[in-house]
T-cell receptor, first 115, second 117 residues
């Protein structure tokens, strides 16, 4: 039972344009969502997070949007840079309200930025 | 370097052997997590500690797996009688939990890649 889904295994975007990565979840107990970036042979690197009490969070070139009614979140990267090429994982937890601190991850989207 | 560290980075072993991995969390972090990642999948939760107490274990953690965090600082994950299906990247993460005020962000180490021949 895949509770966090990333339906696009790969995405290619021209340098300088916007990259949009999508994530859907099924468990309504999730209340905290995170995006991680992973290079080969390295551990996931934290990028940005959002609590369920918000619908948007920005940090520099990265913005995460949360649509609770649709159980959908997205990560926008603008402008995209070659160093953004990596695998991006969406993750969710029920940490605050339900004491479920473990992260449930999606299967990842490989982003390739074309120079 | 003040990030999460893991040792070794790579381990090749023969089926049936025991292996032990170590994780050193970020120094002020009170929570420590273990995850496993296989090819084409996202990391999957195995277990976590708050200080020295092991608070949750996944059903993925068979009785061949044991984890400890004896002094609430570093942790070890041991796999006994390894099987080929144990081949994976084993990831450690740590976080600073400050109660129910807000959810904590987990920071990951570089992982230990286990290959069972």
């Amino acid at each position: 039972d895949q509770q966090v889904k990333q339906n696009s295994p790969s995405l290619s975007v021209q340098e300088g344009r916007i990259s949009i990565l999508n994530c859907d979840y099924t468990n309504s107990m999730f209340d905290y969502f995170l995006w991680y970036k992973k290079y080969p042979a390295e551990g996931p690197t934290f990028l940005i997070s959002i609590s369920s009490i918000k619908d948007k969070n920005e940090d520099g070139r990265f913005t995460v949007f949360l649509n609770k009614s649709a159980k959908h979140l997205s990560l926008h990267i603008v402008p995209s840079q070659p160093g953004d090429s990596a695998v991006y994982f969406c993750a969710a937890s029920g940490g605050v309200n339900f004491g479920n601190e473990k992260l449930t991850f999606g299967t990842g989207t490989r982003l390739t930025i074309i120079p | 370097d003040t990030g999460v560290s893991q040792d070794p980075r790579h381990k090749i072993t023969k089926r049936g052997q025991n292996v032990t991995f170590r994780c050193d969390p970020i120094s002020e972090h009170n929570r420590l997590y273990w995850y496993r990642q296989t090819l084409g999948q996202g990391p999957e939760f195995l277990t976590y500690f708050q200080n020295e107490a092991q608070l949750e274990k996944s059903r993925l953690l068979s009785d061949r797996f044991s984890a400890e965090r004896p002094k609430g600082s570093f942790s070890t994950l041991e796999i006994q009688r390894t099987e080929q299906g144990d081949s994976a990247m084993y990831l450690c993460a740590s976080s600073l939990a400050i109660g129910r005020i807000q959810a904590d962000t987990q920071y990951f180490g570089p992982g230990t890649r286990l290959t069972v021949l």
